[in-house]
Nanobody
Framework: QVQLVESGGGLVQAGGSLRLSCATS????????LGWFRQAPGKEREFVAA????????LYADSVKNRFTSSRDNAKNTVYLQMNSLKPEDTAVYYC?????????????????WGQGTQVTVSS
């Protein structure tokens, strides 16, 4: 059973930065694509970023391109989301998720395992 635990969320002013971490346990972490999603109040969950098993392929939503960067450390079984130039519209609960798909998918339905989420609040 794969378990995912996000951390690093918090309150930050617009223009600031945060780095989210997603620590994983269970089999085959190093072979799994990891994705990040977010859900704002009253809105559906949306794709943010994803990274392939070796970090060779990354995928980003247009809304976060050039501001967010996903990376991973397979030795630590951890994936990261560096978020820069944060905006109030980035406020949401952020989730990490894992899939066995080789090419990172943007659809949440392609992901099998999910973390519990971490709150990110960006004040204006």
């Amino acid at each position: 059973q794969v378990q995912l635990v996000e951390s690093g969320g918090g309150l930050v002013q617009a223009g600031g930065s945060l780095r989210l971490s997603c620590a994983t346990s269970g089999p085959s972490f190093s072979t799994r694509t990891l994705g990040w999603f977010r859900q704002a109040p009253g809105k559906e969950r949306e794709f943010v970023a994803a990274i392939s098993w070796n970090g060779g392929i990354t995928l980003y939503a247009d809304s976060v391109k050039n501001r967010f960067t996903s990376s991973r450390d397979n030795a630590k079984n951890t994936v990261y989301l560096q978020m820069n130039s944060l905006k109030p519209e980035d406020t949401a609960v952020y989730y990490c998720a894992a899939t066995s798909k080789v090419v990172p998918p943007a659809s949440e339905y392609e992901y099998t395992y999910w973390g519990q989420g971490t709150q990110v609040t960006v004040s204006s």
